[in-house]
């Protein structure tokens, strides 16, 4: 594939757009007869392995390479004439053999340019069947030296296509070495070379695509510490009120609660759920969700007996009831479970023994009976329930005197 040309393709010419962004660069001409006389003149040999198509795309001569009388008579712009060519390269005319050595051309077809200037054309073609002039030689000389084709004796070459053969014999060496044509079978120390390089190749991309990302990680957690500086620095009423600034300013999604804010969620959505919902549906107040709520509220163990964490809920529930809400009555009830063994892996414990909680404990007697106290609205409908105990037989109304004292 040719390369996008920034840079003048004339031989030995290092100007280019880079190193001079005011320089003039010209595209090569659609003519193909012009754009020919333009590649000899260049002394540039690559070029003659390249179409008239893809010069004009991809290559470029600068603007020293022409005289003043190559231009139009324009004010703002630099614009070439029509049938402007390049002055001829400046250099010395290298000599033949060289010129073989770097040169595209078939070793025939140096044989063929020897003796085209003493002999008929014809008979040095039938000489050399291997030439094949018509990949070198622009459509117009081809006219010209149809005699080879029209099996014509008599006509020699023209002095144009013997100038233009001279041009190329002369054009300097290139530069570049040609690389082979074949393939080289790889050593196992140098396969054993290519895999490694292609796995650090591989690492490194992959360090590389976690730049942005730890960029951006950085740049959020330098704003939240900012943000938490700035609420720190004011005084706030309550810790609850410094809770709900605190949300609605550092809490990110897939982040965990911190301890106020998780005491404050469940106080206002016992007050009132349908305003909890108002709020965060509605008015898009940051607020953890009900899904995230219930897990809090279902995920404490609730043992045997009294729990004091669950006398901690209600507590919080109680705190924002109304003066009235907060008639209620103790009601308790006996039930019969059947004689079964499971593995509670919240608790890690395997239930289904006789459990008195803080009153007697456990027991190694299976149990039968499960004393359960509730506490319900004498004005409003609401239950809660406040503790139960495990029996293997009825519960003796001595005990259950003091569990119901202990209740109120």
């Known amino acids: 594939m040719v390369g996008r040309g920034n840079k003048c393709c004339f031989h030995n010419c290092e100007n280019s757009k880079r190193s001079n962004p005011n320089l003039h660069l010209f595209k090569f001409p659609k003519s193909e007869e012009l754009s020919q006389q333009w590649v000899i003149n260049s002394g540039h040999v690559n070029l003659l392995d390249i179409s008239p198509g893809t010069l004009m795309k991809n290559k470029v001569v600068c603007e020293d390479h022409f005289s003043e009388d190559d231009y139009r008579n324009t004010l703002n712009r630099k614009l070439l004439k029509k049938t402007a060519v390049p002055k001829h390269f400046s250099g010395g005319i290298v000599d033949e053999k060289s010129i073989r050595k770097s040169s595209p051309l078939p070793s025939t077809y140096w044989e063929l340019s020897g003796s085209v200037s003493d002999t008929n054309l014809k008979k040095t073609v039938r000489t050399y069947k291997n030439v094949m002039l018509q990949d070198f030689l622009p459509d117009t000389l081809l006219q010209e030296s149809s005699v080879v084709r029209k099996k014509s004796s008599d006509s020699d070459v023209s002095e144009k296509t013997k100038q233009w053969l001279d041009d190329i014999t002369n054009m300097p060496t290139s530069s570049k070495s040609k690389r082979h044509l074949y393939d080289v079978p790889d050593s196992p120390k140098k396969k054993k070379m290519k895999k490694t390089i292609e796995h650090q190749r591989n690492l490194l991309k992959n360090e590389r695509s976690t730049i942005p990302y730890l960029r951006n990680k950085c740049a959020m957690l330098k704003q939240t510490n900012k943000l938490q500086n700035t609420s720190n620095k004011i005084q706030f009423k309550s810790k609850y009120s410094r809770a709900v600034t605190s949300m609605q300013i ?28 108002f709020l965060r549906q509605k008015l898009k107040i940051n607020l953890p969700a009900l899904s995230t709520i219930r897990k809090w509220i279902g995920g404490a163990s609730f043992r045997p007996g009294f729990d004091k ?48 909680g803080i009153i007697g404990g456990r027991s190694k007697t299976t149990g039968t009976q499960v004393m359960v106290l509730l506490a319900g609205g004498l004005y409003s409908k609401w239950k809660i329930p406040l503790g139960y105990f495990v029996y293997g037989s009825a519960m003796k109304h001595t005990i259950l005197k003091g569990v119901i004292i202990k209740a109120i």
Do not use: N
Not at 254 to 277: N, V
């Open 250 to 277: 550092s809490h990110k999604k897939r982040t965990i609660w911190t301890r106020d804010e998780k005491e404050l969620a469940p106080l206002t959505f016992y007050k009132s759920p349908s305003t909890y919902k």
């Open 309 to 356: 964490l669950h006398f901690i809920q209600i507590t919080r529930k109680v705190q924002v009831m109304e003066e009235a809400e907060k008639y209620c009555t103790i009601v308790f009830d006996e039930m019969k479970i059947d004689r079964k063994f499971e593995y509670s892996k919240l608790l890690d414990t395997i239930e289904g023994f006789e459990d008195k």
